[in-house]
């Protein structure tokens, strides 16, 4: 009698038992990079070959849906991902322009972007991702409410806006901003995130928190992390660093709590930052071998990526892939 064997039912990257899992099965962790791209169009090409070569495994790429900053076309998206592919990089991309929406009084956003809105972006775009399921993680919309707007609002318009990604055919890992300048403070997303996840059809949601000057103690990190795990409900790190705008993050705990848990992380960012977040920046003017203090211990420090990230199994298969034109073909979508 002839083996059968089985084959799930959705072969691509997914979540499964509250953590990323790849179409191989087996868990994805990623340990990344944040680049803005949206503002420095020029650097890309080499930022994701510099990214790369520290031993990221992830880079998150900051787009725009012409709400704010000028609109991401769909021919960028594509180059943007294919060079993300080459360099073995899974790509989180996210829409920006919804940053701090809702905020008002001092450090408002003028003219932030609607969730509804960057869920129109991603569907206007849908061809670019359809298909890419394995190397491309949607992150509908980057810190998507200020402090001033009611919880329902990122409940109530992420339910919608998966509801429409799915119907429009999209079926990558989608990534979830928290509320409150992504720090969820209010901790909205914490008690809420599985209303979120149980409008997705596909249960392949992701959840993105934040971690800046809210993060400044052990306890606080520690009882957040805890939180997502007791609901088996996939986290990661989108984004943080070791101070914000001066004021201080217990990056150390985060390195500490995610290596632990086998949950991701993502630090902004490769360079580029204002004035005011200069210590965000882990390279000197984009320069690979200027490394800032925040470089070198993202990259080279304890629990950080060059010691504890591993490819995506997914580029180890296509390198083994013999034909050539096998490889070109699913890289890039062509024959």
Do not use: C
């Not at 031993?55 to 609109?71: D, E, K, M, Q, S």
């Not at 217990?250 to 848990?261: G, R």
């Not at 200069?278 to 800032?292: C, Y």
Request: net charge negative; hydrophobic share 40%.
């Amino acid at each position: 009698m002839a083996a059968v064997l089985a084959v799930p039912a959705h072969a691509d990257m997914m979540i499964r038992d509250g953590q990323v899992v790849e179409s191989s099965g087996a868990p994805f962790v990623m340990r990344g990079i944040n680049h803005a791209h949206l503002w420095f169009p020029n650097r890309t090409e080499r930022a994701l070959k510099d990214i790369a070569a520290t031993g990221a495994n992830t880079v998150r790429i900051v787009l725009g849906n012409g709400v704010r900053w000028n609109r991401t076309s769909e021919r960028t998206v594509r180059q943007l991902i294919a060079r993300s592919k080459a360099a073995g990089l899974i790509a989180v991309l996210e829409v920006h322009d919804t940053t701090g929406y809702g905020q008002t009084g001092d450090g408002a956003p003028k003219d932030a972007a609607t969730i509804a809105q960057a869920t129109d972006y991603w569907i206007g775009i849908k061809d670019a991702l359809i298909g890419q399921e394995d190397y491309v993680i949607l992150n509908i919309a980057n810190e998507p409410s200020g402090n001033d707007v009611a919880e329902s609002y990122w409940v109530d318009e992420h339910r919608a806006a998966i509801v429409r990604l799915r119907a429009a055919g999209l079926k990558n890992v989608i990534m979830v901003d928290g509320p409150n300048w992504g720090q969820d403070g209010s901790q909205t997303m914490l008690r809420r995130a599985r209303e979120v996840f149980e409008a997705d059809p596909l249960k392949n949601t992701l959840f993105s928190v934040h971690m800046y000057q809210v993060y400044d103690r052990p306890d606080v990190i520690r009882g957040y992390i805890d939180g997502f795990r007791s609901q088996g409900l996939a986290l990661v790190v989108g984004e943080f660093g070791p101070d914000h705008e001066g004021d201080p993050v217990d990056e150390a705990t985060i390195f500490d709590l995610t290596n632990q848990h086998g949950i991701g992380y993502l630090g902004w960012s490769w360079s580029g930052n204002g004035p005011k977040a200069r210590n965000l920046d882990m390279t000197v003017k984009f320069n690979a071998r200027h490394l800032t203090p925040w470089g070198e211990r993202i990259l080279h420090g304890e629990g950080g990526i060059k010691a504890t990230s591993k490819p995506a199994a997914i580029f180890e298969q296509v390198a083994e892939t013999p034909p050539a034109r096998n490889i070109f073909s699913r890289w890039f979508g062509v024959d």
